[in-house]
């Protein structure tokens, strides 16, 4: 009955509450770099251009795994680091981890590839972004060009004109920028042309539309169509079926992502992956003897 209902409630509660406790204290000994070697790394999910057939860029997508916690999805542990501000030394380790592929990337003979980074709207507003990013470019010596950053429609509901301005620093340093599952949030096409950015990733939310009935299959045509007006390069995410690659390449789509080209991949993998599927546009100068 109900004193029952009330038990089973409370444990699941505790379950809970524990469990958020366990993640804030993993965050808080990656941050503090306490014995965490790999709790926090990258998966790679390959982005293939629509326009040269060949791959173009990885999105760096962030992972947490302990012993105690196992595997825990950045859906999980994201929100965590934002409301307890880990989000900034995590959200740097991000920036380095993804940077420090760059430059294997680089070594390898892959000059155009490029890595595109989420980043939280608490990193953003914080002042010292733009940059702490800047220094790590050059410290790193990575070619901004090669490096994009993912923000959500929803980091323009807040501060308005110091997201804009901090966002047209970085591209004109070069840094892309590329609106995130775009579509579900706050703006919307009727706003799209306020954003000062570089691309548009189309939800899956759009993209998963276009294996149903057929009335939906315009608003992914309108998307690109008003993008490309507007001069934006649009991305499609979350693409898995043949159909869904056939519908982008016949509406003019730029590129896509998706389970169809790969599933987000250890770094290993991600090399082996690009070695095997694209072939780099300098030749590989690792074994030269300019180094000895
Ligand atoms: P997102 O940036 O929209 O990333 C795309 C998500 O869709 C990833 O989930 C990816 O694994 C998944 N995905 C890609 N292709 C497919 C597909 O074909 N089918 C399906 N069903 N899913 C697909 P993931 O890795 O769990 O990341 C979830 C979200 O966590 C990301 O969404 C991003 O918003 C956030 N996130 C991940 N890493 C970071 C980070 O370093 N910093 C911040 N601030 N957020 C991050
Ligand atoms: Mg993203
Ligand atoms: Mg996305
Ligand atoms: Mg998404």
């Not at 949030?185 to 954003?195: C, I």
């Not at 045509?221 to 159909?243: F, M, N, Q, Y």
């Amino acid at each position: 009955g109900k004193d029952f209902a009330i038990c089973f409630y409370d444990e699941e509660l505790e379950a809970s509450v524990n469990r958020e406790r366990d993640i804030v204290e993993a965050l808080s000994a990656i941050a503090a770099d306490r014995k965490t070697d790999n709790h926090l790394f990258l998966q790679y999910q390959p982005i293939l251009s629509l326009k040269t057939g060949r791959i173009c860029g990885f999105e760096a997508l962030a992972r947490l795994k302990t012993a105690k916690l196992g595997l825990v999805s950045p859906v999980e542990f994201i929100p965590i680091a934002e409301k307890t501000k880990f989000i900034l030394p995590l959200g740097e380790k991000v920036i380095v981890k993804a940077f420090c592929f760059l430059n294997k990337l680089k070594e390898l003979g892959y000059d155009e590839i490029g890595v595109s980074i989420n980043i939280s709207i608490i990193q953003l507003l914080n002042p010292t972004f733009a940059n702490r990013l800047f220094t790590l470019i050059k410290e790193m010596e990575v070619n901004p060009e090669n490096v994009a950053i993912e923000l959500t429609e929803s980091v323009f509901a807040s501060d308005y004109d110091s997201i804009n301005n901090v966002i047209a620093h970085l591209r004109k340093a070069g840094i892309q920028i590329a609106i995130d599952d775009f579509g579900t949030g706050y703006s919307s096409l009727a706003r799209e042309k306020e954003l000062k950015v570089d691309c548009m990733k189309i939800d899956k939310y759009f993209i998963d539309k276009l294996l149903g009935v057929d009335p939906h299959n315009a608003i992914t045509s309108d998307i690109i169509s008003i993008s490309h007006k507007l001069g934006h390069c649009t991305i499609a995410e979350g693409v898995e079926h043949d159909l869904q690659l056939e519908y982008l390449k016949e509406h003019d789509c730029d590129r896509i992502q998706g389970y169809l080209i790969s599933k987000p991949l250890d770094e290993d993998d991600a090399i082996k992956f690009l070695e095997r599927n694209c072939t780099p546009t300098r030749s590989n100068e690792k074994d030269g003897t300019d180094h000895n």
